[in-house]
């Protein structure tokens, strides 16, 4: 959810910006574990994919 829009964001590691994404230490509510960090990056990939390529991922 955008704390300046209130609408729900297209992915749980979105930010209000489109196009950047916030994994590990700098997003909120992590629990500031390198393990952690790189499993998010990992996942925000697929993220990254459907934001670059809306109508192939």
């Known amino acids: 959810m955008c704390w300046c829009t209130g609408r729900a ?5 979105a930010t209000a910006r489109p196009g950047i ?5 700098v997003r909120s509510g992590s629990v500031k574990r390198v393990a952690s960090g790189v499993g998010e990056g990992s996942v ?4 990254l994919h459907r934001f ?3 109508g192939i991922a």
């Open 52 to 54: 670059l390529q809306p």
């Open 44 to 47: 925000v990939v697929q993220s």
């Open 21 to 25: 994404f916030a994994v590990g230490d």
């Open 9 to 13: 964001l297209a992915s749980p590691y």
